[in-house]
Antibody
Framework: QVQLVESGGGVVQPGRSLRLSCAAS????????MHWVRQAPGKGLEWVAL????????YYADSVKGRFTISRDNSKNTLYLQVNSLRAEDTAVYYC??????????????WGQGTLVTVSS | DIQMTQSPSSLSASVGDRVTITCRAS??????LNWYQQKPGKAPKVLIY???SLQSGVPSRFSGSGSGTDFTLTISSLQPEDFATYYC??????????FGQGTRLEIK
């Protein structure tokens, strides 16, 4: 079945880095745009970044631009998010999600189960 | 960037009630609007895409309407499993995506 599994979260000190991974299975990963979306504890959903199917186009939310880098390895069916210069406000569950394109834009399905990043000294 | 404003931010209702949640965009987004349901500790699940298309497997008591700047999600007869948080999401721009702030639907 179509599945996304995130890993790489944890507790990290402010200013440090992490690399999050999202392993995809059950579909042709190399054909889909992929996204990262985060959710701070008790808060709403915030889109973080997207990468086109071939990695040629990448876009970021203003809140993470210059600190986060999205990438993918289609040979490994894996999506990544390199998160640098972490701040307390980056504490969140990070979800990866596949983009489904329809007549009007795109929507996310499926989502992974999420990986928690906690930034704390 | 496009701003999405949902109302209300929270709502108390009873099983069997008809419930409407609204989402307003800061500029016209045509029908580039999706709705999600999220339960505690779980990833969101899409309910409605393209403003009014029901995702496969989603009960028909859910419906969406609107275009331009004003959209609604309606649950025709609330069931116990519908108590959750609902988010709208626009995808008008190819380079960014915005979610509404969410509507928490609670049992009265």
């Amino acid at each position: 079945q179509v599945q996304l599994v995130e890993s790489g979260g944890g507790v990290v000190q402010p200013g440090r880095s992490l690399r999050l991974s999202c392993a995809a299975s059950g579909f042709t990963f190399s054909s889909y745009t992929m996204h990262w979306v985060r959710q701070a504890p008790g808060k709403g959903l915030e889109w973080v970044a997207l990468i086109s199917y071939d990695g040629s186009n990448k876009y970021y939310a203003d809140s993470v631009k210059g600190r986060f880098t999205i990438s993918r390895d289609n040979s490994k069916n894996t999506l990544y998010l390199q998160v640098n210069s972490l701040r307390a406000e980056d504490t969140a569950v990070y979800y990866c999600a596949r983009s489904t394109v329809t007549t009007y834009g795109n929507w996310f399905d499926p989502w992974g189960q999420g990986t928690l990043v906690t930034v704390s000294s | 960037d496009i701003q999405m404003t949902q109302s209300p931010s929270s709502l108390s209702a009873s099983v069997g009630d008809r419930v409407t949640i609204t989402c307003r965009a800061s500029q016209s987004i045509s029908s580039y609007l999706n709705w999600y349901q999220q339960k505690p500790g779980k990833a969101p699940k899409v309910l409605i895409y393209d403003a009014s298309s029901l995702q496969s497997g989603v009960p028909s008591r859910f419906s969406g309407s609107g275009s331009g700047t004003d959209f609604t999600l309606t649950i025709s007869s609330l069931q116990p499993e519908d108590f959750a948080t609902y988010y709208c999401q626009e995808s008008y721009s190819t380079s960014s995506i915005t979610f509404g702030q969410g509507t928490r639907l609670e049992i009265k």
